[in-house]
């Protein structure tokens, strides 16, 4: 099976501008999670999509927003952007086993640069 | 939401075993326990995953004592290409579920 892709891989924008980020999950998984990294903060929740319903929610500001098509495939945006929201945005598809134990596959990422 | 406690840092040499130890004194009694490797610049990948004894699978083995307060990801036999930052994460499937990383366990494997 093909893994997570994420495009665009890297990305420059100026501060005030928007960005739409796309990331296709592996076939048959439903829950596509957004990440971001950063240097100073870690690993941090952006939200999760599930079937085309937002399911959870990180502490970020209203400028981060998201959706999922019938296909699984989803987009987050970011509006107005700013400085600080440099940083790599990491998206993950998971699928819930048999078991109940839920694993998370992650994407290569795109590299946002805001100038 | 199980807070988890790993070391920021560990040192190892090539050929070693490493333990890297994750505290997670409020695990819930449906969180499983899964460990993540990330590499700079590329998203983290799944490792193993486990809810209670010993799991093992072809690259490591995960133990986890009866009460589950602490998880232990021992990597066999380390190589330079296992330097990266391990990441213990805590927590149910699906739901109402926010997956917090922390700052993860940056391991460096020395020749």
């Known amino acids: 099976k093909a893994g997570v892709t994420q495009t665009p891989r890297y990305l420059i924008k100026t501060r005030g501008q928007q960005v739409t980020l796309s990331c296709s999950p592996i076939?048959?998984?439903?829950?596509v999670s957004w990440y971001q990294q950063t240097p100073g903060q870690g690993l941090q929740f952006l939200f999760e999509?599930?079937?085309?319903?937002?399911?959870n929610k990180g502490n970020f500001p209203g400028r981060f927003s998201g959706r999922q098509f019938s296909n699984s495939r989803s987009e987050m945006n970011v509006s107005t952007l700013e400085l600080g929201d440099s940083a790599l945005y990491l998206c993950?598809?998971?699928?819930?086993?048999?078991?109940?134990?839920?694993?998370?596959?992650f994407g290569p990422g795109t590299r946002l640069l805001v100038l | 939401l199980a807070k988890t406690t790993q070391p920021i840092s560990m040192d190892s040499y090539e050929g070693q075993e490493v333990n890297i130890t994750c505290s997670h004194n409020?695990?819930?009694?449906?969180?499983?326990i899964t460990w993540y490797q990330q590499f700079p610049s590329q998203g983290p990948r799944f490792i193993i995953q486990?809810?209670?004894t010993k799991v093992t699978n072809e690259v490591a083995s995960l133990f986890i004592p009866a009460d589950r307060k602490s998880s232990t990801l021992s990597l066999p036999r380390v190589s330079l290409s296992d330097t990266a930052v391990y990441y213990c994460?805590?927590?149910?499937?699906?739901?109402?579920?926010?997956?917090?990383f922390g700052r993860g366990t940056s391991l460096i494997v020395h020749p």
């Open positions: 994460l805590v927590g149910p499937s699906g739901g109402s579920y926010i997956p917090t």
């Open positions: 486990g809810y209670k």
């Open positions: 076939s048959g998984h439903r829950s």
């Open positions: 409020n695990i819930a009694t449906n969180d499983y």
């Open positions: 993950a598809s998971s699928l819930v086993k048999a078991s109940g134990a839920e694993t998370q596959y």
């Open positions: 999509y599930f079937s085309e319903t937002q399911r």
